[in-house]
Every structure is written in structure tokens, then in C-alpha cells.
């Protein structure tokens, strides 16, 4: 079992940046896939960023170069650096555990979720 807590969301201006934190539960932290997604209104849930046991990152076009996922396991701890914010990624983001320590842009894979954090992007 793994539970994970998001931190760090917020009110931003375009162009500005955000960190955001997802602190996880569980002695297997290390051996998970890990990712970010976002569901801004009345829009489905979408991929932002993966992360494999090994470190393996992946992307969609929309956020690369922009975003960055990172991983601590030492904290148990997710990042995504978020930089160039633009009011298109305005949404709830969540992070996610896949236990098949893959990390893609597969919801289907992601068998643990956090409750979210609201990112807000002003134009």
C-alpha cells in the first residue's frame, strides 16, 4: 500500500514557475514507476510527466522542455518543476505510483493516487 500527499500548488502568473511535491508512503518507494497528471475543467485527465524506478523520464510535447520530473528516494519523495507556466496548465495535478515501476503515460498502469493540487496560471 502507498499513500501520497501532493504539495505545493498555487496561484501563478504566466511565465512564472511552481515545485511541486508529492510525499509518498511505503518501504517500496524506490521500485515504483511514479507520475504526474493534471484534469483541468470539464477536460479529461491527462499525462504530464513519468518517471521510471530507473530514473527514465517521459514527457508529453505540451510540457517538454518546460517541465521537469525528478525523484527522490531517499524522502520518498516526487517532484515536478514546473517553469514558462502558461495559463493552459491551469488544472488539479496529481501524482501517481505504478507498481510495475514503468512510469508511462498509461493511467491504466498507476494503481495509487494522491488527492490532488491545484495549480492556477494567470494571463
Known amino acids: 500500500q502507498v499513500q501520497l500527499a501532493e504539495s505545493g500548488g498555487g496561484l501563478v502568473q504566466a511565465g512564472g514557475s511552481l515545485r511541486l511535491s508529492c510525499a509518498a508512503s511505503?518501504?517500496?518507494?524506490?521500485?515504483?514507476?511514479l507520475g504526474w497528471f493534471r484534469q483541468a475543467p470539464g477536460k479529461e485527465r491527462s499525462f504530464v510527466a513519468g518517471?521510471?524506478?530507473?530514473?527514465?523520464?517521459y514527457y508529453p510535447d505540451s510540457v517538454k522542455g518546460r517541465f521537469t520530473i525528478s525523484r527522490d528516494n531517499a524522502k520518498n519523495t516526487l517532484y515536478l518543476q514546473m517553469n514558462s507556466l502558461k495559463p493552459e496548465d491551469t488544472a488539479v495535478y496529481y501524482c501517481a505510483a505504478d507498481p510495475s515501476g514503468r512510469g508511462s503515460a498509461s493511467q491504466g498502469g498507476y494503481v495509487y493516487w494522491g488527492q490532488g493540487t491545484q495549480v492556477t496560471v494567470s494571463s
Open positions: 518517471i521510471s524506478w530507473i530514473d527514465n523520464t
Open positions: 511505503g518501504r517500496t518507494f524506490r521500485s515504483y514507476g
